[in-house]
Every structure is written in C-alpha cells, then in structure tokens.
C-alpha cells in the first residue's frame, strides 16, 4: 500500500512538471479537435498525430500521446451526441440516448455527464492499474515464450470474439494480419520474406501505414460515396450544466459502468467496446423504467461512457505490465513507444520507473484536462461539425500524408498508405473488421518469436502449449471462449448486442 | 450477415451467387495466401527443431487459403446481402504501377509499371466517363491526390506538394466548388507549412531546390 502511495507520488511528480503538463493539455485539445471529426476514430486520430510527438523526449511524448488518445475518445462522444456519428466502436452506444438527448435540446448535459463520468471513472481506472501494475508484472515474469504465445491466441480470440459479424470472417482478418506483419526480415536469421525484392520493404511494412489506410483513407472513400447529409443538432446549446436531478439519476450509472469498465478493460481484446455495451445493458436491466432508455435517458449516457473510458484506461494494463497490446489504439501505443526506443513489457516498471509512473498519472491528468477544457469548448466544437465534409476531407489527407512521411521521409510509405487505403475499402466492401485484422499485425512478430522459442525450448515438440498449466489453462479459455461465440445459442445473442 | 441456417442455392441462372460479399471476400483472401506462398516459396522452412525463415509465413498462408476457401464456401451456399457497388480497379493498379516503379531493377519490371500505370489510366477515364463516375471518383482522386503527394515532395518541397495533393484530393468529390477548392487549398498549404514546419520544426524542405525532369523522374 505504501508502494503504491509513493509510486502514484512519484508518477504525479513526473506529470505535474508545467512542460508535462502542457504536452497533455495540448494533446488533449489536439485529440479533441480530430476526434471531432467525422470519420476519424481515436485509431486514425493517433495515427496522424504521432509525427507531432517525434520532437519529444520519451516521457512527454506518451504523457502527449495519453491525452490525445482521451481526447480523441472524448471528441468520438461528442460526435455521438451531437451528430448521432458514433468515431468509433465503444461510443455506438452513446448514440442511442446521447443523440436523443440533444434532439429535446439537452445537448448540454448529455456532453456534461459524459465528461464527469468519464472523469470519474479516469480516476477509480488510475487507482487500478496503479494498483494491479506491480502484482500483475510479477506474473509476467513466471510467463515464458509457451505462455506468451498462449496469451496473445486468447487476446486474438476476445477480439475475434468482439468483432462484429461473422467469427470466421474475423479469425480469417487476424490471420491476414498475421501474414502481413511477416513481411520483411526475419528476427533470427535476417532472410528477407515476401518483401518481392523491394528494398523499401526489407523492414516490413510499418504499422501506422496500415492503420492510416485501412481506418483513414478507406473511411474517407466510404464517407464520400454518400451525398453529405448529416443531421447535425443546430439547437442552441444552452445551458450546459446538468441539473441536481440529472447528476442524482446518473451518478449510480457512473458508479456502475465504471466498476464494469475497470474489470473488462483488463481483458484483451478491445475491451472499451464490450464494457460500454454490457454497461448499457446492465443498466437497463436495474432501472425501474427501462422503457425510457432510447428516449433520451441520462443514465444511457453516463454509464456506457464512464465504462468505457474505465476500461480505456485499464486496457493499457496488459500492455504496460505484459507487453501486449490488448486492442488497436495499445498496439498503436505499442507503435509509438517503439519509435521513442521504449519496448513495453514488465521491464519498463522496473527500468524506467519515472516514465512508467508518470504515464499512469498523466491518465488521470488527460481526464482532468478533458472536463476543464472541453466543455467550455464545446461550442467550438459544435461550429467544427458545421465545416463542410468537402473541406474536411482534403485537410485529413494532406495531414496524413505529410505525417506519414515525415516517420521515415519515405515517398514509399506513403504511397504504401493509399494501397492500404483501397485494401481497407475492398475489406469494408465485403464487410471485413479491420480491427482484428490489425491487432494481428501487431501482435505477429511477438507471437512468431515466442512460437518459435517454445518449439525449441520443446524440441519441437506443439503439445507444450497444453501441457504447461498456465499455457495450457490460457490456451482452453481461448477453446471455450470461441466455442461459445459459434454456438447457436450465443451467437444469436451477440448478433443482438451488436445490432442494437 | 451470413447465418448458420444454409438454405440452397437459388437455381435460376446458373452460377449465379447468392451471398457475393462472403464468396468475392474469400475469394480475395485465398488468393492473397496463393500470393504469400508463392512468394515465400524459396524460403528455407523448418531446420530440426526449429522453425526456418519459411515456416510461419507458410503456415499463416495455408491457413487463411483455408480460410478463405471457408468464406468462399459460405458465400457459395447461403443468402447473403448483395454486393455494395465499388470502383477500386484503376487506383489499385496505379498504386501498384508506383511500388513496381520504385523496385523496379529489370527493364522488364520497368515495362510492368509502365504497363500498369497505362491500364490504370485508361481504367479511370474510362470509368470518369462512365455512368458509375462518382463511385470511380472518390477512391480514384484520393488515391491520386496521396501519390502526387509522394512524388512531388522530394523536388518541389512542402508547399507545392501540398497544394496540389489538396487540389486532387478536392476532385474526389462531385461537390467540389472550384474557386472554394484554390482557395482553400492555400489557406491548408500555409496552416501545413506553420504547423510541420514552424511549429513542429520538422525537416521539410518549402520550396523546389534545383528542379529539373531528373529529379522529378527519379523516385528514390
């Protein structure tokens, strides 16, 4: 407990330096104010961000990077509330209440609540991961290369699991990403492998390439087949403050989703999305009228979105403590540590102590950001959504284009995005997730080695990852979890969780 | 989407495919396995105990054949949701006719990319002036706008690279207000400049440096 006192002091020391402070502040606004954006989830938004943070030393770059991620989520709720545009998965849900709240013209409120309960759950999610980094670091070091393969199949199988649509399709795009990420040399003997004798390739394809083409550039080619209609509230904000009746109702839906949001953020496997869902539901099975949910109830907002942003936050768990990105926007995480020099994993608490720490107190530190901030600004944001799509979209892709570049002055990884663009249309065409396919490509490499060093540590004998208990215990909840997302009886129920 | 119940085939009209999102999608990903087992096919695979440089490559690339063949298969025998009309043919092989151009090493990959590059071209006039034009345009100009981009950045520096990469990428939709299009395109060129530039002070050059056909023609 005291560990835990000094380590958060610690943390806050690093974070509450003005310099740090700033880089939040700005990352926060920036992440807003993309997020905001039509189209562009928190994946794309740190896609195109992260060039802004190369000038940085590492701590302020991932303390920046932390509030552009919240304010990116952030910008994604406001989208649903106001535009009834979900920027991504885990705000679906606050579209369904959140948008009819706007539409009886209490915007306001709806964007209040949902900043405090994503404020609050921020801070109960700090107190958590601060809380389980150490223990659950301590368990990484039993893990060897069987068990680590073993996770990263059951991270796999929650996001097959979660992805919308058909299970088979999405294990078929985690596959594709798999192969994708082998592309490049080899980590032991240094053979180029499907690079098609293009130099440019011999490194592999880069991870915010794909991300940027398959989430950015492809959305772009989506949004532009439809004529520009949106139903953008134009009711006057007006009172922002939520009324003492509004904060009574929600703040039992706070409590709640954030408790659920903490506990499921830690599963692998884009735990954001399913914790606003089963807040959601959660909370329309305890209400004594159900009937107004849909209808524009608060707790409809502040539970999915405090579970949520819990979840956010303590999904960044198994990747600060084990290494492994559990969703897309970690594995982008992942992406930009590695361009600072830091490889996550449980070496990073012991070894840098002041960046790990500091990174967790800046969580809390980005909510803070997103309430003093971006409720007085939500009128800015407002006027935003009222720019034209057509002068939108030419700013996204000049930005990506030029943020792409400037990772490796490469021409070719630019022109590689544009592929990865079309690539990502084709895939959305035929009603593809990308997002198994990229957590895939992020976890390949790990999973190849770790494969490949089980097999020797086992002279080559694949019954290893069944007989080593905890191996073996990971490897038949992944069997279990599966089975169930394909039988009948499950199946029908996650395709009216997502269809809802 | 694609559910367990499999009804049969609809009769009429012989090959005709019911579910042609799930049967085109495997399609696509079987011959993206085909792909990768051809091209890791001179890697070595397993030595002993340990895996080759070939193995995992190989192993991921049957898996998603199978997979695909998996997809096909559904797609073959349920009903499905018919396809969403899309152009993506020019802007892929434009997009490919620059990878092969940059790799190029052989006269004949040069002749490859050059092939491509027309094929694409023709693809996209042809589809402008078709009646599917505004499904061509958006995926076509975007994709255009970012390899104008790519290869004007080296010799004509950060300004006139962005400015004509807006340009193009303004094209994309049939929205586009000409007047509002140049002067937009400006106003983002200098909000670029200051932002990578001076803000960010990233290493950009603003302005053409010793232009000539050469430095234009040459991707590296």
New interface residues.
């Given amino acids: 407990m005291t560990d835990l006192f000094y380590n958060l002091v610690l943390g806050f020391g690093v974070a509450f330096s003005p310099w740090n402070i700033l880089l939040c502040l700005i990352g926060a606004l920036v992440g807003t104010l993309v997020g905001v954006l039509p189209g562009l989830g928190p994946l794309a938004t740190i896609a195109m961000l992260l060039?802004?943070t190369?000038?940085l030393p590492p701590v302020g770059a991932l303390i920046m990077l932390a509030g552009i991620y919240y304010g990116a989520q952030y910008g994604g709720s406001t989208t649903s509330i106001l535009v009834n545009i979900p920027g991504e998965a885990s705000s679906v849900v606050t579209t369904l209440d959140g948008h009819q709240m706007a539409r009886q013209g209490r915007a306001g409120p709806a964007l209040a609540i949902a900043a405090i309960g994503s404020f609050f759950a921020g801070c109960v999610a700090t107190v958590v991961v601060a809380a389980l980094a150490a223990p659950l670091t301590s368990v990484a070091l039993l893990f060897g290369p069987a068990e680590y393969f073993s996770l990263m199949v059951l991270g796999l199988v929650f996001a097959v699991v979660l992805a919308r649509?058909?299970v088979?399709?999405a294990?078929?795009m985690v596959?594709?990403g798999?192969?994708m990420s082998?592309v490049g040399s080899?980590i032991?003997?240094g053979?180029s492998?499907?690079?098609?004798?293009?130099?440019?390739l011999s490194d592999g394809i880069g991870f915010v390439l794909v991300a940027m083409g398959v989430f950015g550039?492809a959305e772009?080619?989506r949004n532009?087949?439809h004529?520009?209609a949106r139903s953008i509230v134009h009711a006057k904000l007006t009172g922002l403050m939520p009324t003492w009746a509004d904060l009574k109702a929600s703040s039992g839906a706070i409590m709640r989703g954030t408790g659920l949001g903490s506990i499921l953020g830690i599963l692998p496997g884009g735990g954001a999305v399913i914790a606003a869902f089963a807040a959601y539901t959660f909370e329309k099975k305890v209400s004594k009228e159900p009937s107004r949910f849909g209808h524009g109830a608060i707790e409809g907002v502040a539970a999915p979105e405090s579970a949520n942003n819990a979840a956010a936050q303590t999904s960044f768990i198994p990747l600060l403590t084990l290494g492994i990105p559990p969703n897309a926007v970690m594995a982008l995480m992942v992406g930009a540590m590695m361009i600072h020099g830091i490889v996550p994993g449980p070496q990073v608490m012991t070894k840098q102590p002041e960046l790990f720490w500091g990174m967790i107190a800046s969580m809390w530190l980005g909510n803070l950001m997103l309430v003093i901030i971006n409720l007085p600004m939500v009128g800015v944001w407002v006027r935003l959504l009222r720019v034209?799509?057509?002068?939108l979209?030419?700013?996204i892709?000049?930005?990506c284009?030029?943020g792409v570049?400037?990772i490796n002055?490469s021409?070719?990884d630019?022109?590689?995005?544009?592929?990865f663009?079309?690539i990502g249309?084709?895939?959305v065409?035929?009603?593809?997730e990308p997002a198994p396919m990229l957590l895939g490509f992020v976890l390949g490499p790990l999973m190849?080695e770790n494969?490949?060093r089980a097999?020797?540590i086992a002279?080559?004998d694949p019954s290893t990852f069944v007989t080593r208990p905890i191996s073996g215990g990971l490897i038949a909840l992944a069997v279990l979890l599966l089975a169930l997302a394909v039988l009948?009886v499950f199946?029908s129920k996650r395709?009216e969780v997502f269809v809802e | 989407m694609s559910g367990v119940d499999a009804s049969p085939v609809t009769p009429q009209g012989g090959l005709k495919i019911s579910n042609p999102r799930d049967f085109y999608g495997g399609l696509g990903l079987v011959l993206l396995g085909l792909l990768a087992l051809w091209a890791s096919r001179d890697l070595p695979g397993m030595q002993g105990f340990s895996f080759g440089p070939g193995t995992a490559p190989r192993m991921f690339a049957f898996l998603l054949i199978a997979l695909g063949v998996a997809v096909l298969a559904v797609g073959y025998f349920t009903e499905g949701a018919a396809l969403e009309r899309y152009e993506i043919s020019a802007p892929a092989l434009i997009n490919l006719a620059y990878i092969f151009a940059v790799s190029a090493r052989t006269t004949a990959i040069w002749m490859v990319a050059a092939a491509l590059l027309v094929g694409g071209i023709i693809l996209a006039v042809v589809g402008l002036m078709g009646p599917r034009r505004n499904l061509v345009r958006g995926p076509l100009f975007i994709t255009l706008s970012i390899i104008v981009f790519a290869v004007t950045i080296r010799p004509l520096g950060l300004v006139l690279a962005s400015y004509l990469s807006i340009v193009a990428a303004a094209a994309a939709t049939p929205e586009a207000r000409w007047i509002e299009v140049i002067i937009w395109s400006a106003v983002l060129t200098a909000f670029c400049a200051l932002l990578f530039v001076f803000a960010l002070n990233l290493p950009f050059q603003l302005w053409p440096t010793n232009l000539s056909w050469q430095t234009l023609l040459s991707f590296h």
């Fill in positions: 060039p802004i190369f000038g649509g058909s088979l399709k294990v078929a596959v594709m798999l192969l082998m080899d032991e003997t053979a492998r499907m690079a098609f004798d293009v130099t440019e550039f772009i080619m532009l087949e004529e520009s034209p799509y057509r002068m979209f030419p700013a892709i000049i930005f284009a030029i570049y400037s002055n021409a070719f630019v022109v590689m995005t544009a592929l663009g079309v249309y084709w895939l065409k035929h009603d593809f190849e494969l490949r097999m020797l002279r080559g009948p199946r395709n």
